[in-house]
């Protein structure tokens, strides 16, 4: 019976891997270059765009993904990251943490999401 059971489990395995082997590549003319380098290149952005970047506290909210944010026929590719940001406000006081987004496309954030409001 253990054996049975064994050999269903190396057919699973066998005819999964090459399932899980074909997943897609994004096309690099499309959607650029993988950002790698994403959190460098997010807090050159950030500093940017907040009045504190300094006292910023993120949280990342797991890899880049390929994505199109454009609209109405138009396309927006790149790698869209998402995180949560506390920072200081003009007042000095921290603003609690807010979710966010980027896209990224060829080493820089094309466009900004601000999921929060």
Known sequence: ????AFLAGILFISTAAPVLAQT???DA??????PTNYKEIVMKWLNTQLVDAGSARIEWNGDP??????KNGEHLYGYV????VNARNRFGAYTGMQNHG???RNGEVVK???LGY
């Open 1 to 4: 019976m253990k054996a049975l």
């Open 81 to 84: 990251v998402y995180f949560k």
């Open 29 to 34: 003319s499309r959607y650029g270059p993988y």
């Open 102 to 104: 980027a896209l990224i």
């Open 65 to 70: 993904k390929p994505a199109d944010l454009g």
């Open 112 to 114: 900004g999401l601000r």
């Open 24 to 26: 897609a590549t994004p």
